[in-house]
T-cell receptor, first 115, second 114 residues
Framework: GAVVSQHPSRVICKSGTSVKIECRSL??????MFWYRQFPKQSLMLMAT?????????EQGVEKDKFLINHASLTLSTLTVTSAHPEDSSFYIC???????????FGDGTRLSIL | SQELEQSPQSLIVQEGKNLTINCTSS?????LYWYKQKYGEGLIFLMM?????EEKSHEKITAKLDEKKQQSSLHITASQPSHAGIYLC??????????????FGKGTHLIIQP
């Protein structure tokens, strides 16, 4: 089955630090990747949609200057949380799909803790 | 308001028993996806349903999408400890073509009692 790798799995850093999370599709070309955020015992919330070679589309309420997304190739998308603060602490998870008739395959997520 | 209502929120079932989880929307679902998640981990894809009345099965899990494409159910037959986890329904509620981000329900926490 399709494999999506997300790295790192866990980050603990000081307030003000910028953190980069990578999402890679290992065995298929992902024309579209998605970034979600999940708070404890809550549902996944879509943050942004990333298409290879174009600017990401952000959901309402998500600051694009805060959460920088780059989708430079068909197998890699990155999410950078800039100047992270404790309220940015959360579980971030990416997904990837090759086309709209295929399901999204998810990475294992990144638990971000800002001290 | 929550676009996808998932029920029950939690479920404790004795091993070997059957169970059903429901996912309901007030909007038409243009794609309905069932995933399983262990707390704090990634999502494992289970089923994808796109057509009204569609039903799919894999091993002991069966998923259905109603004719109106607003309600889906996930049924597990003869539950096993390996079925324990959080089940999430995710849906594409946008009618436009192309891959869209999913709207998720809050999940059903399934516990299997030996």
């Amino acid at each position: 089955g399709a494999v999506v790798s997300q790295h790192p799995s866990r980050v603990i850093c000081k307030s003000g630090t910028s953190v980069k999370i990578e999402c890679r599709s290992l065995d298929f070309q992902a024309t579209t990747m998605f970034w979600y955020r999940q708070f404890p015992k809550q549902s996944l919330m879509l943050m942004a949609t990333s298409n290879e070679g174009s600017k990401a589309t952000y959901e309402q309420g998500v600051e694009k200057d805060k959460f920088l997304i780059n989708h430079a190739s068909l197998t890699l998308s990155t999410l950078t949380v800039t100047s992270a603060h404790p309220e940015d602490s959360s579980f971030y998870i990416c997904s990837a799909t090759g086309d709209s008739n295929q399901p999204q395959h998810f990475g294992d997520g990144t638990r971000l803790s800002i001290l | 308001s929550q676009e996808l209502e998932q029920s029950p929120q939690s479920l404790i079932v004795q091993e070997g028993k059957n169970l059903t989880i429901n996912c309901t929307s007030s909007k038409t679902l243009y794609g309905l996806y069932w995933y399983k998640q262990k707390y704090g981990e990634g999502l494992i894809f289970l089923m994808m349903l796109q057509k009204g009345g569609e039903e799919k099965s894999h091993e002991k899990i069966t998923a259905k999408l109603d004719e109106k494409k607003q309600q889906s159910s996930l049924h597990i037959t003869a539950s096993q400890p390996s079925h324990a986890g959080i089940y999430l329904c995710g849906a594409d509620v946008n009618s436009g073509g192309g891959a869209d981000g999913l709207t998720f329900g809050k999940g059903t926490h399934l516990i299997i009692q030996p």
